[in-house]
């Protein structure tokens, strides 16, 4: 496949930005002849955990793992029920599928893509064990909400941050509200690394304990075994590349944040597309508009013979997936969001140019170009 001329997203920038730092920091891994958990780890380990405020930052293998072991230390299992939002990447609700539970899908809030708080009390039911938000596109869930239902059922929180590392909720880091927040370092992701990595984050001492234990194939001790774990353990590799990234993160949300709010004043007002709304806790993992009157993908094809790569992040939401035999219910916000969603290039060093010229070619495509 041809590559389009302007991508979706260009990691190149910070690599070169970076360059030195992300040798010295491979070359010590390798000299050090530790590469799976370790002091480089651990380092990581205290340094996120600092930066996001929290007691407890576990390392693992991927954020699927993360969301894994994320509810079985909260012993969330077979019989048990989790609500989340059907309007979200596989790996969410696949990972309540994994521990042996149900996934619940509530609706979303249509103006912010997030699972609908006023709709999650109806859907609890005595077999309930837990919610599960995901911070959307780099937005946070409405956590008050959320909790304040949490607490009045008695239910635990896992938060999806996969998307949203930095992100800023009154006052506190996005994945430090709940009991458990899950994040993903996949290398699109705000803070990436250049393979899989995840991580946990909780203030409980036994969560934690539980969540280092399954990670390492249910053992505190090597060849002592006490619980059916898991091989999901963060490279050493990995983590300094993350270590070098991480100082970064909130000048590059910051960039990230204004890239939006260029493509908002360039897309105000034009007719046929709703625009996202710019708050100072937001990251902008996607920029993501909505395409009204069924003109989506013909927005898309008009952009990609231009050269401009977009994504649909989410084609079809997670019932309506193959997977499921019987869809679970019907989620009609979610559904027209599916049909509706159209990211557009964005990084933290997008050029303005370039932005200008995505800007115009929606416009264009849209039919309003002055």
Known sequence: MERSKIPVLDLTPEVEELWEDFQAAIARVLRSGQFILGPEVEAFEREVAEYLGVKHAIGVNSGTDALVLSLRALEIGPGDEVITTPFTFFATAEAIHLVGATPVYVDIDPESFNLDPKRIEEAITPRTRAILPVHL??????????????????????????QAFGAVVGGKKAGTLGDVG??????????????????????????????????????????????????????????????????????????????????????????????????????????????????????????????????????????RLPVYS??????????????????????????????HEVAHAVREAVGSEE
């Open 137 to 162: 596109y780099g937005r946070p869930a409405d956590m008050d909400a959320i909790l304040a239902v949490a607490r009045a059922y008695g239910l635990k929180v896992i938060e999806d941050t996969a």
């Open 182 to 319: 899950a994040f993903s370092f996949f290398p699109s992701k705000n803070l990436g690394a250049y393979g899989d990595g995840g991580l946990v984050v909780t203030d409980d001492d036994e969560v934690a304990e539980r969540v280092r234990m399954l990670r390492a194939h249910g053992s505190r001790k090597k060849y002592f075994n006490e619980m059916i774990g898991y091989n999901s353990r963060l490279d050493a590799l990995q983590a300094a590349i993350l270590r070098v990234k991480l100082p970064h993160i909130d000048r590059w949300n910051a960039a990230r944040r204004l890239v939006a709010r260029r493509y908002n004043a360039l897309l105000e007002g034009v007719p046929g597309i709703v625009i996202p709304d710019v708050q100072e806790g937001y990251v902008f993992h996607q920029y993501t508009i909505r395409v009204l009157g069924g003109k989506r993908d013909a927005v898309r094809r008009f952009l990609a013979d231009r050269g401009i790569a977009t994504m649909v992040y989410y084609p079809v939401p997670l019932h």
């Open 326 to 355: 019987t869809p679970p219910g019907e989620f009609p916000e979610a559904e027209r969001a599916a049909s509706e969603v159209l990211s557009l290039p964005i990084w933290p060093k997008l050029p303005p140019a370039v932005l």
